[in-house]
């Protein structure tokens, strides 16, 4: 197995992006429903017919996501976890692969306690937080759009907000890979000392 299909992505874990950004675009219907009461109170047409209307619609929205996001979320754990499976496979037969003049009694434990944290690490973003920042994402793009249609001086704040976003990432990357690399340097130090 090579490097690059390691992190091949299947076709499941896409099939639960797709219906997780399809659950997101109708999770921004609410604010559309939201916005059609208060237009029917605002203009004082509010009747049961109206109101029993708009109650099945939400019901109706209501069912769907929760299909949709039980699907999309169980296709998800399951492409991810798949992905992991490989990850794992491909690491344990890059590390047999590895002289066992290279391994001293104490450090073979903890290669393969880091391997297995990272591996981890990253199952949990492809399976939980990967789903859920692209459902924010396309949940903030309809508010952002529907913002704009009700007033759009409101929306360009909203962009403004955003944009100011960019910037902490960027930073927090920084900082990420600067404490990261400080614990190589640290690790190698400590392993040259023991040596």
């Known amino acids: ?20 950004v399809l659950e997101g675009l109708l999770s921004g219907s609410n604010y559309i429903v939201i916005y059609m009461v208060l237009k029917m109170l605002y203009e004082r047409v509010t009747d049961i017919k109206n109101i029993f209307s708009i ?20 296709q998800s754990q399951i492409g991810g976890a798949e992905i992991s499976k490989n990850i794992r496979l491909g690491l344990g037969d890059k590390l047999r692969k590895v002289p066992l003049s290279c391994f001293t009694q104490k450090r073979e434990g903890q290669y393969i306690n880091i391997m297995t944290a990272d591996v981890n690490s990253y199952e949990q973003i492809l399976t939980h937080k990967l789903a859920a920042l692209v459902k924010n994402g396309v949940l903030s793009v309809i508010v952002l759009a529907f913002v704009s249609v009700l007033y759009f001086p409101a929306a360009v704040i909203l962009m403004v907000s955003l944009f100011l976003l960019i910037p902490e990432m960027w ?13 190589e340097f640290s690790y190698s130090k400590s392993r040259r000392t023991d040596s």
Not at 1 to 20: A, E, P, Q, V
Not at 171 to 183: A, C, H, N, P
């Open 171 to 183: 930073l927090s990357f920084r900082i990420v890979r600067k404490v990261r690399y400080g614990e």
């Open 55 to 74: 109650s099945c619609l939400v019901g109706i929205i209501f069912v769907i996501r929760l299909v949709i996001y039980s699907i999309g979320y169980t």
């Open 1 to 20: 197995m090579t490097d690059k299909n390691l992190f091949h992505k299947n076709s499941r874990f896409y099939c639960g992006l797709i219906l997780t």
